[in-house]
Each structure stands twice: as structure tokens, then as C-alpha cells.
């Protein structure tokens, strides 16, 4: 019933951008942290950013800082991971997470939390 879509990943050069979108469907977005993980091949997966509920505030990897911007428009019901100046390093499978909150602040240390997953985005930057 409650599922999540990821959307805009593809073939990018070094350097450049994109922005990929996470719909959500079944519920109401607002009082949702949802969260953006990534693994690539060989690698565990890893939290790369996230939003509180409603407007709530946003945490990054560092591996990511100054590059990349969670948004989050609650009447579209849409998240968006705008991703800029990328690296071959960034070339991963992005997932869009989320979980019911009212907090404002959002983590991901512990991957449980997130009960909703999307399936999966595959971002490759090559040169």
C-alpha cells in the first residue's frame, strides 16, 4: 500500500548533475522523515541524506556536503536528492526510505527505522 517511487538516475560525466525524485503513494508525505541511501557495487550501503517531518531540518553524509540538496514538496508528495559536481564515487544504486515522525530532526544510523523503501535508482558517472 505505501510505497515509494525513485526516478532520475542514468549516465552522467564528471561534473555534472542530477535530480532524482522520490514518490510517494499511499499515505500523506508531511509527517514522514524520509531518507537517501546508496550502495555500490561491493560496497555496504550507506545513508547519504535525510529530511525531517514536515519543513524539518537536513543532515548529509560528508562524503556529500556542499554537493547535494534534500528538498522535500509535500503537496506533490515528492523528495528530491538534487546532486551536483559528481564524481565517479558517487556511481551507486540510490534508494529513497522513509518512517512516520513528527520529529524534525532525522538520522540514519540505524537503517531499521526506515520501514518504506523504494527500489532503487542506479546513478553512474563516468567520464
Known amino acids: 500500500q505505501l510505497q515509494l517511487v525513485e526516478s532520475g538516475g542514468g549516465l552522467v560525466q564528471i561534473g555534472g548533475s542530477l535530480r532524482l525524485s522520490c514518490a510517494a503513494s499511499?499515505?500523506?508525505?508531511?509527517?514522514?522523515?524520509i531518507g537517501w541511501f546508496r550502495q555500490a557495487p561491493g560496497k555496504q550501503r550507506e545513508g547519504v541524506s535525510c529530511?525531517?517531518?514536515?519543513?524539518?531540518?537536513?543532515n548529509y553524509a560528508d562524503s556529500v556536503k556542499g554537493r547535494f540538496t534534500i528538498s522535500r514538496d509535500n503537496a506533490k508528495k515528492i523528495v528530491y536528492l538534487q546532486m551536483n559536481s559528481l564524481k565517479p564515487e558517487d556511481t551507486a544504486v540510490y534508494y529513497c526510505?522513509?518512517?512516520?515522525?513528527?520529529?524534525?530532526?532525522?538520522?540514519?544510523?540505524?537503517?531499521?527505522?526506515?520501514?518504506?523503501w523504494g527500489q532503487g535508482t542506479q546513478v553512474t558517472v563516468s567520464s
Open positions: 526510505a522513509a518512517f512516520r515522525s513528527v520529529s524534525p530532526t532525522c538520522g540514519w544510523r540505524y537503517e531499521y527505522e526506515y520501514a518504506y
Open positions: 499511499g499515505f500523506t508525505l508531511d509527517y514522514y522523515t
Open positions: 529530511i525531517g517531518s514536515r519543513d524539518g531540518y537536513t
